[in-house]
């Protein structure tokens, strides 16, 4: 949506995508500049070097950097309330959003919301141009990471937030930190903190996730009680139920992976698209060939580059 004219607006500033890095992704710069402060991804060539190879964006180490320049931060369980309350504050709030494909999450800025037309507005790094979500649409899609929520302030402001309850903000910033030690491999360091991180917070889905992925990791049983707890407390976990149909698709459960897989794509069929190969390999198993090809040729629609696609292809031909 171009040109958008509101009132609840911040004006943020327009940086290239380029400037998006590991340890310091663009959304992060962007709200750094926002506050006057101009990070340079050079002044930290180590950290960088340390997460090249962990295939996402490591948000906790630019907000340590910022941390030290005198900034504080917030990692917290939101709501649109909140959200709307930050925007009028002057205080652009990060939020993780699903991916989309095979990205499986993303981190964008609310830079505004409309009350008029019920649209939340997300910052695009082009002039004049912002994008516009439905209050609705943007609120399930949120709530499939626990309606993840980051702000960022100069210390001279901190009481402005400390004032409110903040749900989980103890808890999702050891979860942050674990996050990091994921990153480099270190997966009982990740458990220690993530074990204190659901002790503070009983009812934190975001950090019961974490703690069942890294158990997972470390074949840990310990993974299956903790994914579950996460499907208690939020149903529309898109992550924990994915991981639960991968779990049980490891155990050779074909009837529970098919039924898990299914549960994570009625919340929504457009993210991680794997998993309808994944959802295939189980109906195979279980004889349903008619059903297999259907979500395979949904996988090579949405995978067309993908280096097994000439090898689905003559799946689907012989089904």
């Not at 070097?49 to 900034?71: D, M, P, T, W």
């Not at 917290?76 to 009028?88: A, F, H, P, Q």
């Not at 098919?258 to 004889?287: F, Q």
Request: aromatic share 10%; proline share 4%; with cysteine.
């Amino acid at each position: 949506m171009s040109s958008y004219k509101n009132k609840h607006l911040i004006n943020l500033p327009i940086m290239d995508i380029s400037e998006d890095n590991v340890v310091l992704p663009l959304v992060i710069n962007v709200v750094a500049k926002y506050w006057g402060e101009d990070l340079v991804i050079t002044n930290y060539p180590d950290l960088s070097k340390n997460y090249n190879k962990s295939g996402g964006s490591i948000i906790f180490e630019g907000l340590k950097i910022l941390q030290k320049k005198g900034f504080s931060y917030y990692v917290y369980k939101g709501s649109l309330k909140d959200l709307k309350k930050r925007i009028d504050q002057s205080i652009p709030p990060i939020v993780i959003m699903p991916g989309i494909a095979n990205v499986t999450q993303h981190a964008t800025i609310v830079s505004g919301y409309d009350d008029d037309e019920r649209r939340i507005i997300i910052y695009v790094p082009e002039p004049d141009t912002y994008g516009a979500i439905p209050e609705n649409q943007f609120e399930s899609e949120w709530n499939q990471d626990d309606n993840l929520t980051i702000i960022i302030v100069p210390n001279d402001m901190k009481s402005i937030v400390e004032k409110d309850v903040l749900v989980n903000v103890n808890s999702n910033k050891l979860c942050l930190e674990a996050e990091s030690y994921l990153a480099y491999g270190k997966f009982n360091d990740a458990v220690k903190l993530l074990k204190n991180a659901v002790g503070l917070d009983n009812n934190n889905s975001h950090a019961w996730f974490l703690l069942g992925t890294t158990y997972s990791e470390l074949g840990n049983s310990e993974a299956l009680s903790c994914l579950n707890q996460v499907i208690a407390i939020n149903p529309k976990h898109f992550l924990a139920l994915r991981g639960l149909g991968n779990y049980y698709l490891k155990q050779k459960d074909y009837a529970n992976a098919e039924n898990y897989y299914s549960m994570a794509i009625n919340v929504n069929p457009n993210r991680y698209t794997s998993i309808y190969k994944n959802r295939a390999i189980v109906r195979l198993n279980l004889g349903n060939n008619k059903d297999a090809k259907t979500d395979l040729l949904e996988y090579l629609k949405n995978n067309p580059n993908s280096a097994d696609y000439d090898n689905i292809a003559k799946t689907c031909e012989t089904l």
